[in-house]
T-cell receptor, first 117, second 113 residues
Framework: AQTVTQSQPEMSVQEAETVTLSCTYD???????LFWYKQPPSRQMILVIRQEAYKQQNATENRFSVNFQKAAKSFSLKISDSQLGDAAMYFC??????????????FGTGTRLKVLA | DTAVSQTPKYLVTQMGNDKSIKCEQN?????MYWYKQDSKKFLKIMFSYNNKELIINETVPNRFSPKSPDKAHLNLHINSLELGDSAVYFCASSLRSGGETQYFGPGTRLLVL
């Protein structure tokens, strides 16, 4: 069964510094998608970044980038130049294919990121 | 201009009541989802509909009944509410059932007393 593990329940980073949130997953699929979602106190779930497993190049979105290690089944999120607005819960997610031909998204348990002024 | 909207935003009710949460998306997506986020922030899928057809039905009590009158709407009706139903419920949509990116609504915080 596919699982997504976020081993850091909470992380802190100083404003303007860089922080890396870890995520590992378990799968037997070769083609899949991985995501990082952000949930600020407003509770809104916001897509931060996504990675297609067939792409070797790591995805980047402005200050957010991933380190995708397919063999190791690792998908970490790096936030550079951290800002106060980055404080939120961050969820790693995996899109799993089902035998029915549909897909299901499996989320990790989240990492709470605190940004210190 | 809200992409995925849910109503109500907050819902406080007594045990045993029946309540509904509505979800609408104006993105033209084919697939919609309901997720439950518990007090520990664990987010788990409950249902998924593709073009009004149920395609994912997780192990959810049959007190929960989704209804999709058209592909832009997916409502969640809950009968005989229990304390354990207290959670935040998120609606989401994606372009297709394999659509990679899901767009989430703002969530509905349900508190059962």
């Amino acid at each position: 069964a596919q699982t997504v593990t976020q081993s850091q329940p909470e992380m802190s980073v100083q404003e303007a510094e860089t922080v890396t949130l870890s995520c590992t997953y378990d799968t037997s699929e070769s083609d899949y998608y991985l995501f990082w979602y952000k949930q600020p106190p407003s509770r809104q779930m916001i897509l931060v970044i996504r990675q297609e497993a067939y792409k070797q190049q790591n995805a980047t979105e402005n200050r957010f980038s991933v380190n995708f290690q397919k063999a190791a089944k690792s998908f970490s999120l790096k936030i550079s130049d951290s800002q106060l607005g980055d404080a939120a819960m961050y969820f790693c997610a995996y899109r799993r294919g089902l035998t029915s031909g549909t897909y299901k998204y499996i989320f990790g348990t989240g990492t709470r990121l605190k940004v210190l002024a | 201009d809200t992409a995925v909207s849910q109503t109500p935003k907050y819902l406080v009710t007594q045990m045993g009541n029946d309540k509904s949460i509505k979800c609408e998306q104006n993105l033209g997506h084919d697939t919609m989802y309901w997720y439950k986020q518990d007090s520990k922030k664990f987010l788990k899928i409950m249902f998924s509909y593709n073009n009004k057809e149920l395609i994912i039905n997780e192990t959810v009590p049959n007190r929960f009944s989704p209804k999709s009158p058209d592909k832009a709407h997916l409502n969640l009706h809950i009968n005989s509410l229990e304390l354990g139903d207290s959670a935040v419920y998120f609606c989401a949509s994606s372009l297709r059932s394999g659509g990679e990116t899901q767009y989430f609504g703002p969530g509905t915080r349900l508190l059962v007393l």
